[in-house]
Structure formats: C-alpha cells, structure tokens
C-alpha cells in the first residue's frame, strides 16, 4: 500500500470471459512476445465457453458454462429511456465438463474451510432468486419471481432527467467533485500533473480541450505508411464475441474501407485481397471500394480473431486491427490510446 511502483512484475493472471491478453489488446506481435516470455508472467489461467486467440496462452483452460446454460440475471444500464430485468433459465445443460464460474470457486472455497463464508449457504440458482428478490422489495411494480422467471424480461420507460440539476439549481448547496466545485474549462490538477509527473518527449497532459492528432493519429502518416487507418465496430459482433461463428463471417464479411481515389492507384478492385502494413504488423483483409469513406483513410472493423503463425511469418490471415495497432499507453489515463488510430500502407496482397 502507498509504494510508488509494483516491488516484482505480474506473475499470475486470471483472465475469465475476455478476449483481451491478445485479440483486444494494443500490439498483439508485441503482447505475444511478452506473453510468451516465462520469465516474466509465471502462469496464465482462462476460463472461458470458445477457443479465443487469448485462450491459446492459457497453461491451464477451464470450460465456463456458457449464460444460457445456467440461471442469469442482468439489468439494463445503458439506456437513458427505459430500464429493465431479464431473468433467463438454461435451455440446456452444460456439456462435458463444462461449470459454472461459481460452483468452482465454490469449490475452491471449500478445499480452504471457507464455503459457508463464501456461498452464506446459497447455491448459484439461489443467488438470483435472492438478488432479484431483494432488489423487488424497492420497487413494488417489478414482478414476482415466479412471474419474472415466466416472462423473462421486464421493462418500462424511465421518465426524462436533466444532467447536473441539483447543481444547475443550487451550485452553492451541491458543488461539484472538482477542486473549485465548478465546472472547470482550465483544470490546475491537470496542470499540475503535467509539471510533476515524468512524460516522455512528445506527451503532454492539456489543462484544457485541445485538439490532439495523438500517436500515430490523423496528420502523422509518412511516405512509408501514407494513409491513416480508424478502426470501427462492426455489425456482425460485439467487440470479439460472435466472431468465431462462420455463419456470420460469411454474411457480414471483414472488409477494409478504401476510397476509390486511393483504390485505384494501387490498382485494388473490390473484393481483392489485400496486404496491410503498419509499423508494427501485418494483415489479410478482403477490399471493399466504397465513397462512403473519405479519401486517405482507410477503415476496419475490431473484433476480428487474429489468426497467424505467431513462431513462423505472424502474419494474420484473421484481419484483426490489433495486429496493427501499436503500444503506446495515453499520458493521463495510461490506456493503450492507438486502439483505433494507425497509419498504414495497403496493397494487393
């Protein structure tokens, strides 16, 4: 607690229903290597339903039940408009020796003394009957849980709310959580960051909102890789999930966006199969020559599995942007701020 930095590096990691020590993740040629280095994180567990590219760094793989195998509850939060519950029981069972994440550290609790402490003498189905229950004794339009199980889904609209109202009406009686209790357009903690913390060369964290091509960003393209490349979300997944499903890569195809202007110089046709480059990696991707990208930028949907011979040429037959993307984490926030900025070179493959 209180220590500046960590005292040894990550030796273990438990990565449970993601996609991200690879596919979603920032440079995958780079996070491989480091992934890959034993003297470095010790051991990797991923518990997970499918064979994600993540998983093939697992050294121990568990088979997670996947959510219609077993009694789920979820609440709508994304919505400014309604609110809702969805209760949904298994259609079927679990095969193989697939479990739930909570049976099995239910069980791992019990190896230590402490399955009592952990499950307080409910089982995972009894969970969501008690978490619904509890959360229908606020609110007595929601229904029954016998009612809700037969239903499954419960849903109104919510009514209209107006953002900083409290503050907006009374900013003296309910300032809010910056240093002046204001809104601030100048921030000196910001500032003050920027003058304490160690940045590399070509960081900086702005006081105020400024525009910022940022790494490898619109206006940093070179002759070597002349076009900026935005990644983007595509409609047959949700982020990587789904994209496994052959079904669905055929009728929503992964394709590179490419204006005509910058098509027909390199000779690409729609349909061709292309080569992309960046500074970091290389893909395989389908064209498809369109206006409805502006001249200079090409465009590819995230989420795509990566595919390659990662001891061989790693070049990825899968088209997943992150091969493409570099490392470079964001001055404030640390996050890996290239996830849909690249500058890249692309020909017929």
């Known amino acids: ?40 994180c010790e051991f990797i567990l991923v518990w997970d339903t499918v064979m994600t590219d993540s998983a093939k760094y697992a050294d121990l793989l568990l088979p997670d039940a ?26 079927q069972e679990p095969p193989g020796e697939c ?5 099995v550290c239910a ?11 952990f499950t307080e003498g409910r089982t995972h189905d009894d969970w969501v009957e008690y978490l619904y229950k509890k959360g229908a004794q606020a609110d007595d339009k ?14 109104r609209a919510l009514e209209p709310a107006i953002g900083l109202k409290s503050f907006r009406d009374d900013p003296d009686e309910h300032p809010l959580a910056t240093p002046s209790g ?30 910022s091509e940022g790494f490898h960003g619109y ?27 052959e079904e669905l890569e055929k009728v929503a195809r992964q394709q590179l966006w490419i204006n005509p202007a910058d098509a027909e110089p390199r000779n690409i046709m729609d349909g061709d199969m292309l080569a992309v480059k960046s500074p970091v990696g290389e893909i395989r991707i389908e064209a498809k020559v369109t206006p409805r990208i502006v001249p200079g930028t090409v465009g590819i949907p995230q989420g795509a599995w990566h595919k390659a011979d990662m001891f061989g040429d790693k070049i990825d037959t899968g088209g997943c942007v992150n091969t493409l993307t570099a490392y470079k984490p964001s001055p404030l926030a640390k996050g890996n ?8 070179q692309v020909s017929k493959a």
């Open 337 to 344: 701020g290239t996830a849909h900025s690249m500058i890249v």
């Open 219 to 245: 206006g940093s393209v070179t002759s070597e890789f002349p076009l900026y490349c935005s990644g983007f979300h595509h409609k047959s997944r949700t982020h990587s999930s789904f994209g496994f499903i």
């Open 1 to 40: 607690m209180g220590a500046e930095k960590l005292g040894s590096d990550l030796k273990f990691i438990w990565n449970y229903a993601g996609n991200c020590l690879t596919n979603q993740h920032g440079d995958i040629n780079y996070t491989h290597e480091v992934l890959s280095d034993e003297s470095k």
């Open 66 to 91: 996947m959510r219609s195998e077993q009694m789920n509850l979820q609440t709508q939060g994304y919505s400014e408009y309604y609110t809702a519950v969805v209760v949904g029981t298994p259609a």
């Open 182 to 211: 204001k809104i601030e357009i100048y921030s000196e903690t910001l500032a003050g960051l920027n003058d304490t913390w160690e940045l590399a060369e070509d960081e900086v964290i702005n006081p105020i909102p400024v525009f």
């Open 99 to 103: 479990r739930s994440n909570y049976d």
């Open 142 to 155: 929601m229904p029954s849980w016998e009612q809700i199980k037969e239903q499954g889904v419960y849903k």
């Open 107 to 117: 069980d791992i609790a019990d190896r230590f003394g402490l399955k009592d402490e």
